[in-house]
């Protein structure tokens, strides 16, 4: 399981454009045919992929973890950006549709990921956090929650917000999980934006054809950068960095977070004019 070890905003403004990807960019994540995984040691993340073909996958705890299982410690939340698959949890089978998830509490033992068509698998998204409370396992059906609809055409960021692990939904322990859609002919993403220090985030953006590239915002107010994001990649944004994008042609993303507050709102606002 590689390391990310994400750097602090005193080491951020120096920082090059190559040591900014390596500090905050996950490149490749989704491999056919196998798990991959990412430590972020900001809120002890993990970041995964699950990509299941003829056989199903079975997720195991890194020696890393320190767990004889992977869920020991920790809850896990599952987004399939793919085609149907399913998770086996403890004996009892979850099938999950494009964009369905899927929460798992801590002290789930067995976990399986499985593509009910080998040639259009599930890609099955991971993110998790450590755990220090127990809720039961639960399937969202993404089309049975109500999006929340933000942004205008007039201002190139109309979006669909559809919530799905969080203090009204799917309950967990410290994880808040859903994903954004824009609209055609919107680009923009969380803007205007905002910052929570309460709770760092990660944003896996997808539903990105192969030419086309998000310039991810990030950093203090006063002082930005940007990373060009292509699909399938995620970005680490810290407790002290905005995240706010622009495509060159409307995309998804999938945002999660932990820490400290679950309350969706729970933002620092950010006026667009005090950019710099």
């Given at each position: 399981m590689r390391l990310i070890q994400v750097a602090d905003a005193v080491r951020y403004p120096r920082m090059t454009t190559e040591e900014l990807r390596a500090a905050f960019l996950v490149d490749s994540l989704f491999a056919p045919g196998r798990i991959s995984m990412v430590y972020v040691d900001l809120d002890r993340t993990v970041i995964g992929s699950a990509v299941p073909l003829e056989k199903p996958?079975?997720?195991?705890?890194?020696?890393?973890?320190?767990?004889?299982?992977?869920?020991?410690?920790?809850?896990?939340?599952?987004?399939?950006?793919?085609?149907?698959?399913?998770?086996?949890?403890?004996?009892?089978?979850?099938?999950?549709?494009?964009?369905?998830?899927?929460?798992?509490?801590?002290?789930?033992?067995?976990?399986?990921?499985?593509?009910?068509?080998?040639?259009?698998?599930?890609?099955?998204?991971?993110?998790?956090?450590?755990?220090?409370?127990?809720?039961?396992?639960?399937?969202?059906?993404?089309?049975?929650?109500?999006?929340?609809?933000?942004?205008?055409?007039?201002?190139?960021?109309?979006?669909?917000?559809?919530?799905?692990?969080?203090?009204?939904?799917?309950?967990?322990?410290?994880?808040?999980?859903?994903?954004?859609?824009?609209?055609?002919?919107?680009?923009?993403?969380?803007?205007?934006?905002?910052?929570?220090?309460?709770?760092?985030?990660?944003?896996?953006?997808?539903?990105?054809?192969?030419?086309?590239?998000?310039?991810h915002m990030m950093g203090p107010a006063h002082e930005t950068r940007h990373i060009v994001v292509a699909d399938k990649q995620v970005v680490i944004s810290p407790g002290w960095s905005i995240h706010a994008g622009v495509g060159t042609s409307n995309y998804s993303f999938c945002w999660g977070m932990g820490g400290e507050n679950q309350v969706y709102n729970d933002m620092d606002p950010v006026a667009i004019a005090d950019l710099q």
């Open positions: 996958l079975a997720l195991e705890a890194d020696p890393s973890l320190r767990a004889s299982y992977f869920t020991e410690r920790r809850e896990l939340g599952v987004l399939n950006i793919g085609k149907t698959g399913a998770v086996e949890i403890d004996g009892g089978t979850y099938e999950l549709s494009n964009l369905d998830a899927l929460y798992v509490g801590r002290g789930s033992e067995k976990i399986q990921f499985s593509s009910r068509n080998a040639n259009a698998p599930a890609e099955f998204y991971l993110l998790s956090y450590p755990a220090h409370a127990v809720f039961p396992v639960a399937k969202i059906d993404s089309r049975q929650v109500e999006p929340v609809e933000l942004g205008s055409p007039a201002t190139a960021n109309h979006r669909k917000v559809t919530k799905l692990i969080h203090l009204e939904g799917a309950r967990s322990c410290q994880l808040v999980m859903g994903f954004t859609q824009l609209s055609t002919g919107s680009a923009w993403n969380t803007m205007p934006p905002h910052t929570h220090m309460r709770r760092s985030e990660v944003y896996l953006y997808f539903n990105l054809a192969p030419a086309d590239r998000v310039v």
